[in-house]
């Protein structure tokens, strides 16, 4: 394959990508040079140790030779083009932030909650919805990887915080309306998330349909007594006597 030389730009919120500064992508064959691709900008800018690279590969059967290996698909992905630099124990990828979706994820992530802590909430709902246009699919790249799992995992707990976060902006610029239509789609996704059934009942009683938001009420708690064993949370349950008392 030819070595990509010019600007090269990733993704990883989604299925993994990797594309040459005139757009055409580079493709990384097989399992292992994705993965190991994948642990790196998952820590862009920062070393990763050697021995997670190993864990991430093989688990906890590496071959003998796994040095030389590693050694050869690092060689591999610095032949397409990826910046990759041996650091002490471990490597290092280093990544503009406007070349990895990760990383500006983060800091539309970080602009927003600034904004959000100074009250400005439309400047807050706009990073918040740059930061989520970010994800390509709502599955990331390293879902087939069991090694890669558990980021994976707190990287989509991260996602679905930051859409509460920013439907709670748009519902303080008054937004309630719009946000109708996306509240029960969430509320029917995430059955367990309170702060959503919470968003959708404020969102529902802003627009008159104060007897709609109690039913979600219900049919939320019934999920979390069924499923969970537990009544509803201090919030849910404050949306729900505000509603009920009229306020």
């Given amino acids: 394959?030819?070595?990509?030389?010019?600007?090269?730009?990733?993704?990883?919120?989604?299925?993994?990508?990797?594309?040459?500064?005139?757009?055409?992508?580079?493709?990384?064959?097989?399992?292992?040079?994705?993965?190991?691709?994948?642990?790196?900008?998952?820590?862009a800018n920062h070393c990763v140790p050697t021995r997670r690279l190993?864990?991430?590969l093989w688990g906890d059967r590496p071959p003998k030779s796994y040095v030389s290996n590693l050694h050869t698909y690092i060689s591999r992905l610095r032949d397409r083009g990826i910046p990759i630099e041996q650091v002490?124990?471990?490597?290092?990828?280093?990544?503009d932030v406007t070349d990895l979706d990760l990383l500006t994820f983060h800091a539309e992530v970080g602009a927003g909650r600034q904004a959000a802590r100074a009250g400005d909430y439309p400047t807050a709902a706009r990073h918040f919805r740059r930061a989520l246009r970010q994800w390509r699919h709502p599955e990331l790249c390293a879902m087939d990887q069991p090694h890669l799992?558990?980021?994976?995992?707190?990287?989509?707990?991260?996602?679905?915080?930051?859409t509460e976060e920013c439907?709670?902006?748009?519902?303080?610029?008054?937004?309630a309306g719009e946000l109708l239509g996306e509240l029960d789609a969430l509320v029917r996704q995430y059955p367990l998330r309170e702060r959503f059934a919470?968003?959708?009942?404020?969102?529902?009683?802003?627009?008159?349909?104060?007897?709609?938001a109690l039913q979600v009420y219900q049919t939320t708690r019934r999920a979390l007594v069924d499923q969970l064993g537990i009544e509803p949370g201090h919030q849910l349950r404050h949306v729900h006597d505000m509603i009920l008392n009229g306020r």
């Fill in 54 to 56: 190993v864990e991430v």
């Fill in 167 to 175: 439907v709670d902006a748009e519902l303080a610029c008054g937004m």
């Fill in 149 to 162: 799992e558990l980021e994976a995992v707190r990287l989509e707990t991260e996602r679905i915080t930051v």
């Fill in 88 to 95: 002490g124990v471990g490597y290092r990828i280093s990544v």
């Fill in 1 to 43: 394959m030819t070595a990509v030389k010019e600007e090269v730009r990733f993704g990883v919120l989604g299925p993994l990508t990797v594309s040459a500064g005139d757009g055409s992508q580079v493709l990384l064959r097989g399992s292992l040079l994705p993965a190991l691709l994948t642990e790196l900008l998952f820590h």
């Fill in 198 to 212: 919470a968003q959708f009942m404020r969102a529902l009683a802003a627009v008159g349909r104060r007897a709609e």
